[in-house]
Each structure stands twice: as C-alpha cells, then as structure tokens.
C-alpha cells in the first residue's frame, strides 16, 4: 500500500482493487494459506550450498587480473625494503640488550670489589706510611 492511503479491512475491498480477499493471507479453522514453520536445511543441502559457494569464490578469483612482472618486482622491492628495516630494528634492540647486559655485569663486579674491599680489615698508619716510603723508593731507584 502507498503511503497516505487508509487500510481497509478485507471486507471493504471492492472487486476493483488488485487486492481480492483469497490473496489475502486468512488464518481459520479451515487452516488454508497459513504460514508454514521454519525448515533446518539437511547435511545434503548444508554441503551443496557450501559446494556453491566455494566454486563462486574460485571463480571470482579466477577472474581477477594476474599481476605483471613490473608490479611483482615493486612488491618484492617494497617486502625486501621491510625486511631491511626489520633486521635493523631488531639488530638494534639486540646491540641495547647486550649494552644492558653488559652494565649490568660490570655493575655486579663493581659492587663485588666494593664488597670485597670493605671486608678488608682496614690499614694502620704504620702500615700506609710503609707503603707510602715503598712506592717514593721505587720512584727514587727509577730516575
């Protein structure tokens, strides 16, 4: 029906109107014309309709146009251009690794000689004034 125009119910349709009461859907006791319930496919039906539907798709690839050699090196010039770049990042993210690492380490020895040097029992002056004449001796005997 067109926007605007009132419903009429089926009793009001006149014979002049495209619309008869037997199109209409009628829900009785006499059960005719009413809406039949909802029917799962079968596993046959299931598998030809996935059938279809995988030649339709192997047909539209079929159909698409195959790439020329002059598009297929730019693709391979660009991926070769990605791979570059990610062997550089990842040798970059490997190099700071080993640089923390490496702190790391050094700060482990660090703390390993400032543990080790303060576990030392500490010098008397007699003992630093030897050590100091020790070294002014050496001093001498080189010149």
Known sequence: MERGTPRRS?????????????????????????????????FQDRAASSLQAKEKALAKLKA??????????????????????????????????EEKQRLAEEKRAQAKADKIKAEQPKRTEEQLKAARDARYAARKSRK
């Open 64 to 97: 698409m146009p195959q790439p020329d050699a002059a598009e297929l090196a730019e693709r391979a010039a660009r991926q070769a251009e990605r791979d570059a770049v990610a062997a550089a990042k990842s040798a970059k993210a490997r190099e700071a690794r």
């Open 10 to 42: 089926p009793a009001k349709l006149s014979a002049d109107t495209k619309t008869t009461k037997s199109a209409l859907h009628r829900c009785g006791p006499a059960g005719d014309n009413l809406m039949k319930g909802y029917k799962a496919p079968s």
